[in-house]
């Protein structure tokens, strides 16, 4: 009989020999010859939507991000109990009528080929681009899942209140090293957060924030609760290192974030990315592309939606 090690082991194996099946299944090339104008059409709508409006660059990013506990287009699935019902994202996540109007031009374009889940990949890309981040090429070939669970994004997202064990967790979870969660969480140099997910930073852990917090996010829970403030108030719209120099300063806004540089295992590795962007960059771009593979629907699985919001 196996013993219990032996068991792990094996089923182990299994995942990353799935993992390596999927990832085989997507390709940077995915759309060449059936809608050649796919990605250009992409990055001239977010450039657009960037121009209008800056802070929809962090928006898109987010919705990627908040997808790809899963990469299949779910997060953008209407219905009483989807994901976007769920408290991370309840109020929060923003640029679904960019992604709708993205996937429009598609379907003029090339009727239902390219999928809401590789919409939202290449469009989080083009986001960071546009705001003077890295660039990198982005698999594809994703299907769009058609079921959308908001108890499973109330379990697999970390809450901003998370302390660095459970971020470590949660990432793991699927599939992402401590070091990829580290990388990722720079996403939070563009972008801005909710007075209800700072709150108890403001005011129960650091005086350092509060002075010029405290008029946009009282103390009383239930008073602007949805304001908002910066995730990186130095440079806001411009995807750079500042997020880490910020903790350096003990200025994280959201507990989640102070907790990469709070006398843990994460603290060495803020630390050089607080001093190093080109770094920094390099090991964002490969965790991305490491992230966009997570829970992928490949094949002749799941569908392309032909609107993003309701499964076919």
């Known amino acids: 009989m196996a013993s219990k090690k032996q068991t792990f ?8 020999f799935s993992a390596a099946i999927v990832s085989a299944q997507l390709s940077t090339d995915f759309y060449d010859d059936t809608c050649p104008d796919a990605l250009d059409i992409i990055e001239s709508a977010v450039r657009a939507a960037v121009h209008k409006e800056s802070r929809m660059g962090a928006s898109l990013l987010r919705l990627h991000f908040h997808d ?3 990469c299949d287009g779910s997060v953008l699935l209407d219905g009483a109990t989807s994901e976007k019902n769920a408290q991370p994202n309840m109020n929060s996540l923003r640029g679904f009528e960019v992604v709708d109007d993205i ?5 003029d374009a090339c009727a239902q080929t390219v999928s809401c889940a590789d919409i939202l990949a290449v469009a989080a890309r083009d986001s960071v681009v546009a705001l003077g981040g890295p660039t990198w090429d982005v698999e594809l070939g994703r299907r769009d899942g058609t079921t959308s669970s908001e108890d499973a994004a109330n379990s697999d997202l970390p809450a901003p209140t998370s302390d660095l064990g459970d971020l470590i967790k949660a990432f793991g979870n699927k599939g992402l090293s401590a070091s990829d969660m580290v990388a990722l969480s720079g996403a939070h140099t563009i972008g801005q957060a909710r007075c209800v997910n700072f709150r108890g930073r403001l005011y129960n852990e650091t005086a350092t924030l509060a002075s010029s917090l405290q008029p946009r996010c009282p103390r009383q829970a239930g008073t602007g609760d949805n304001n908002t403030s910066p995730l990186d108030p130095a440079t806001s719209y411009v995807f750079d290192n500042f997020y880490y120099r910020n903790l350096m300063l003990n200025k994280g806004l959201l507990h989640s974030d102070q907790q ?11 630390k050089t990315y607080a001093s190093d962007m080109a770094g920094f960059f390099d ?5 991305m592309v490491k992230m966009g593979g997570i829970g992928v629907v490949t094949g002749s699985s799941g569908q392309v ?3 993003c919001r309701k499964a076919n």
């Open 260 to 270: 990469l540089f709070n006398g843990g295992s994460a603290d060495a590795q803020a």
């Open 9 to 16: 082991a094996c089923c182990a194996m299994a995942l990353l």
């Open 305 to 307: 939606r032909l609107n």
């Open 103 to 107: 996937k429009a031009q598609l379907e």
């Open 283 to 287: 090991d964002f771009r490969d965790a």
């Open 68 to 70: 790809c506990f899963g």
